[in-house]
């Protein structure tokens, strides 16, 4: 008999991303949340207590795919094309996306979930999207194989507004339907095909859970009913107490104050409500976790689980957004797809949950979610950027607990494409791709000696830091710089500016000269773009 050829061996790949989901949210990280099958990945593989994202949905979703910085990706900002290649909304053409390089390899790419790197998209006017076109390119158009989500930047969980699957608009919603728990099935029907066909895979899922709006299946809710009712002030600091209690960081940081934009929850008049928010928002990491566990027993039933790689990460920390009628709520269509009404915003003591219900948990849960650290979503102290990393690959590295080394969404296409033995492309459809900016994680996973060569940038919305060894050099929009060693004080609490200037001087003249590079521009020229783009008269964040 002639030989046969030898099998597939190289390792999966998934690629999991959580949605506004601040850093103590985990059990693994202090969280009363139940979520024992992230704990276990964990558990029996690496946790990284120092990986970085850049604060927002949409530029870290473009870091993390290219490997590039979100400017050089095509977006600095958002959605909206604001003029320049830098903040065109949608991925540019010398980027190049995980499943690009990983496809011309031979892998077979999946996605399921939110893209949300393809421009902007209003839901209340879907006649008007142009899905596919040149400034709102399709997963399928950026290197996957199979897509099956949403293009946009949130949804509806019972009742999507727009859901594509491969290159077809999915018209019809079950009434059973729920966001998290149909991606979940696509990605599982994905790697089934997958695996039948002797393909090594990389599958990318990319949750909205637990973004807004606040939905959840009631059973779920059920479990945290009464969870919250001693307020956020007695959870935040018993996530603090449990973080230290497992080693989460290297030291016990003391914990930030309070926001000062969150009350005291003494003071808090509608208590119960405030509970069921929060219940709510559990429920839904809950359910994401759950489907986690689904996930990995079906890699054990397809005899894939051992050979693949899984990495777990969020977007950005927990979202201070108050979702009010005439805000964000706006953009979203008001009735559900079999007729319902729905009450768009926060309405006090609408309890949410159900899918006539549109609601956020706002700044005092999202300073829990965010323990031990300062501030939230969109700012580039730690509490908007800071996010565990849960890596598993029991073929490719022994369990170690925990490692505290500063790392960035940047370098989860190197660390992949060292896992893989891929090549990474320096020229895909007739463009040349820029050099990829990241470094790979793979020695640091296996508990070899490794150190970041680079410093780590960022900027948002004027909100502006660079990361240097063990210090950090960071500003709010209009506010003087700060500065701050992460290593004896990573909660921001003593600020060393003016204590050493020549450092200071040289870490900003390296932030100056990156962001000059990559086309950053000022935050007072850029909103006033954005706020035309998006026909509102300001933003709350």
């Given at each position: 008999m002639p030989d046969q050829p030898n099998p597939d061996t190289r390792p999966?790949?998934?690629?999991?991303?959580?949605?506004?989901?601040?850093?103590?949210?985990?059990?693994?990280?202090?969280?009363?949340?139940?979520?024992?099958?992230?704990?276990?990945?964990?558990?029996?593989?690496?946790?990284?207590?120092?990986?970085?994202?850049?604060?927002?949905?949409?530029?870290?979703?473009a870091s993390l795919l290219t490997g590039?910085?979100?400017?050089?990706?095509?977006?600095?900002?958002?959605?909206?094309?604001?003029?320049?290649?830098?903040?065109?909304?949608?991925?540019?053409?010398?980027?190049?996306?995980?499943?690009?390089?990983l496809r011309a390899s031979g892998y077979r790419t999946l996605m399921s979930g939110k893209w949300h790197v393809a421009g902007d998209f209003k839901a209340r006017n879907i006649d008007s999207w142009k899905v596919g076109d040149v400034d709102h390119p399709t997963p399928r158009q950026r290197g996957f194989d199979h897509?099956?989500?949403?293009?946009?930047?949130?949804?509806?969980?019972?009742?999507?507004?727009?859901?594509?699957?491969?290159?077809?608009?999915?018209?019809?919603?079950?009434?059973?339907?729920?966001?998290?728990?149909?991606?979940?099935?696509k990605a599982i029907g994905m790697i089934e095909g997958a695996v039948s066909d002797e393909k090594p895979f990389f599958l990318y899922l990319a949750h909205t859970a637990p973004h807004w709006p606040l939905h959840a299946h009631p059973e779920d809710i059920a479990r945290y009913d009464g969870v919250y009712d001693k307020g956020w002030d007695h959870v935040r600091t018993a996530r603090h107490e449990e973080m230290n209690g497992q080693g989460v960081f290297q030291q016990g940081w003391a914990i930030s104050p309070r926001d000062t934009g969150v009350h005291p929850w003494g003071d808090e008049a509608n208590k119960d409500w405030e509970a069921s928010k929060m219940a709510t928002y559990a429920a839904m990491v809950d359910r994401m976790d759950q489907s986690i566990g689904r996930l990995i027993a079906a890699l054990k039933q397809l005899d894939q689980f051992d050979n693949t790689l899984i990495l777990f990460l969020s977007d950005n920390g927990g979202c201070a957004e108050f979702m009010a009628e005439d805000g964000w709520a706006q953009f979203y269509p008001d009735v559900t797809h079999d007729g319902r009404k729905i009450t768009m915003g926060n309405v006090v003591d609408l309890r949410p949950g159900d899918a006539q219900t549109f609601q956020s948990y706002d700044k005092p849960w999202a300073n829990v979610s965010n323990a031990p650290f300062r501030l939230f979503k969109h700012y580039v102290h730690e509490g908007g950027i800071s996010t565990p990393l849960v890596a598993h690959w029991r073929k490719g590295f022994t369990p170690r607990g925990?490692?505290?080394?500063?790392?960035?969404?940047?370098?989860?296409?190197?660390?992949?494409?060292?896992?893989?033995?891929?090549?990474?492309?320096?020229?895909v459809g007739g463009h040349e791709i820029q050099p990829m900016q990241g470094e790979s994680l793979m020695d640091l996973l296996r508990d070899k000696e490794w150190e970041r060569v680079q410093p780590i940038f960022w900027e948002h919305e004027g909100n502006a830091a660079i990361r240097s060894g063990p210090f950090k050099l960071v500003r709010l929009h209009g506010h003087d710089w700060e500065l701050y060693d992460m290593e004896a004080d990573r909660t921001e609490l003593t600020n060393l500016i003016g204590k050493n200037a020549p450092r200071e001087k040289d870490m900003l003249a390296q932030y100056e000269a990156w962001a000059k590079e990559i086309g950053v521009m000022d935050w007072d020229v850029v909103l006033p773009r954005l706020l035309e783009a998006w026909n509102m008269e300001s933003v709350d964040g």
């Open positions: 999966n790949v998934i690629l999991i991303l959580a949605d506004d989901m601040g850093f103590a949210d985990l059990g693994v990280t202090g969280s009363e949340i139940r979520t024992p099958n992230i704990n276990a990945l964990a558990r029996d593989g690496v946790m990284l207590s120092a990986m970085y994202n850049c604060a927002r949905c949409c530029p870290t979703r590039l910085y979100p400017h050089n990706a095509g977006v600095g900002h958002m959605g909206a094309n604001l003029g320049t290649p830098a903040y065109q909304g949608f991925l540019r053409n010398d980027s190049a996306t995980i499943a690009e390089h897509f099956y989500g949403i293009m946009d930047g949130a949804t509806h969980f019972f009742s999507p507004h727009y859901m594509l699957e491969d290159d077809r608009r999915v018209e019809v919603v079950p009434d059973d339907f729920y966001f998290t728990d149909a991606i979940t099935d925990t490692a505290h080394a500063a790392c960035h969404v940047v370098d989860i296409l190197p660390t992949i494409l060292e896992a893989t033995g891929c090549t990474y492309q320096t020229e």
